[in-house]
């Protein structure tokens, strides 16, 4: 599945902007690395330490709206 990130208040997508890529709002940083480092282990305090310029407030709101759009809660209760 694919996410619309077009409703995330802490999302931007700019054809302008890294071709388009969905950053961070006022970043050039791809959300997507997030997700990366996640992946490999980050945490989001560390996360928001190797790049500055994102909170961990938009981390929060990037991560909340990732699992409301998957529908997590449902998928973890089943």
């Known amino acids: 599945m694919i996410l619309d990130w077009d409703n995330c208040p802490e999302a931007s997508r700019n054809p302008n902007v890294l071709g388009g890529t969905v950053v961070f709002k006022h970043t050039r940083l791809p959300i997507a690395s ?6 490999l282990g980050a945490t989001i305090d560390e996360f928001v330490e190797w790049y500055p ?23 973890v209760a089943a």
Not at 34 to 39: D, E, K, V
Not at 53 to 62: D, F, L, M, N
């Open 34 to 39: 997030l997700f990366g480092n996640m992946a």
């Open 53 to 75: 310029g994102v909170k961990k407030e938009q981390v929060e709101a990037v991560l909340k709206y990732a699992a409301e759009s998957l529908n997590v809660e449902n998928l």
